[in-house]
T-cell receptor, first 116, second 112 residues
Framework: EAGVTQFPSHSVIEKGQTVTLRCDPISGHDNLYWYRRVMGKEIKFLLHFVKESKQDESGMPNNRFLAERTGGTYSTLKVQPAELEDSGVYFC??????????????FGEGSRLTVL | DAKTTQPTSMDCAEGRAANLPCNHSTISGNEYVYWYRQIHSQGPQYIIHGLKNNETNEMASLIITEDRKSSTLILPHATLRDTAVYYCIVRTWGGSNYKLTFGKGTLLTVNP
């Protein structure tokens, strides 16, 4: 069974440009999450989808970040325009439907973003 | 979610048991203790979780004190591949809150 996959693994862009990160969750997982670790900081929650709906987006830093999950399958996280402080590793995770899960989140390998 | 306190780093000899402590003195009755780890350049990986009983799986054992104010993650026979940052996380399970709050964790270094 394929795990959570993220693309690209590494992206280098200039300040002001746009980047779109993609996450494919484990098949059948309704819950999808985005987390990130910026330089020297702890891993922080960004948002949580249940199918195509945003359940919790309290961790999104500002309106330069837009997450979508059309059709409830894969998700994208767009940063526009990117700033230097956006550099870091963006992790996607997925989990089974609420009520039938162990509470385990399955994480992808992450997408490293470098903004120059 | 309750906060957790972990040592910054620990060392362990290969083949020996690694015992990683975690304090969570403000844990409430409906909060579970979760352990995740992050091996360098990989995503976090779930290890184990528990409420009040000790738990064991193929990766580790989790010992929770009777008052639930602290716990210990035990890797029974540490290998070099267990070198990672280990995170102790306390959160409620169920409802709409599936957010994990990562702290700084404990860097476990397994030495040959």
């Amino acid at each position: 069974e394929a795990g959570v996959t993220q693309f690209p693994s590494h992206s280098v862009i200039e300040k002001g440009q746009t980047v779109t990160l993609r996450c494919d969750p484990i098949s059948g997982h309704d819950n999808l999450y985005w987390y990130r670790r910026v330089m020297g900081k702890e891993i922080k929650f960004l948002l949580h989808f249940v199918k195509e709906s945003k359940q919790d987006e309290s961790g999104m830093p500002n309106n330069r970040f837009l997450a979508e999950r059309t059709g409830g399958t894969y998700s994208t996280l767009k940063v526009q325009p990117a700033e230097l402080e956006d550099s870091g590793v963006y992790f996607c995770a997925s989990s089974q439907a609420q009520g039938v899960t162990t509470g385990e989140l399955f994480f992808g390998e992450g997408s490293r973003l470098t903004v120059l | 979610d309750a906060k957790t306190t972990q040592p910054t780093s620990m060392d362990c000899a290969e083949g020996r048991a690694a015992n990683l402590p975690c304090n969570h003195s403000t844990i409430s009755g409906n909060e579970y203790v979760y352990w995740y780890r992050q091996i360098h350049s990989q995503g976090p990986q779930y290890i184990i979780h528990g409420l009040k009983n000790n738990e064991t799986n193929e990766m580790a054992s989790l010992i929770i004190t009777e008052d639930r104010k602290s716990s210990t993650l035990i890797l029974p026979h540490a290998t070099l591949r267990d070198t990672a940052v280990y995170y102790c996380i306390v959160r409620t399970w169920g409802g709409s809150n599936y957010k994990l709050t990562f702290g700084k964790g404990t860097l476990l270094t397994v030495n040959p």
